[in-house]
């Protein structure tokens, strides 16, 4: 994935991807890491956010599926 861009909302560079789907060990401690975001089991095409700010916890883009 290319490098995330800045928050629209607050312009911090702290952002990572929101991944979706059943969490396993490996995706819990990377969250518990700072690395992404779980998002959840259930997509919403279209309508799902895709990034989130770490720091204004603002989230943004859509994940196409």
């Not at 800045?6 to 991944?19: D, F, H, L, Q």
């Not at 919403?44 to 770490?54: E, F, M, N, T, V």
Request: net charge neutral.
């Amino acid at each position: 994935m290319a490098a995330m861009s800045a928050c629209p909302k607050c312009g911090s560079k702290e952002v990572v991807r929101i991944v979706y789907g059943l969490p396993t060990e490996e995706s819990i401690r990377k969250e518990a890491e700072g690395k992404y975001i779980l998002g959840g089991c259930e997509i919403i095409s279209g309508l799902s956010p895709a990034l989130h700010c770490k720091k204004c916890e603002n989230e943004w883009g859509n994940v196409q599926v």
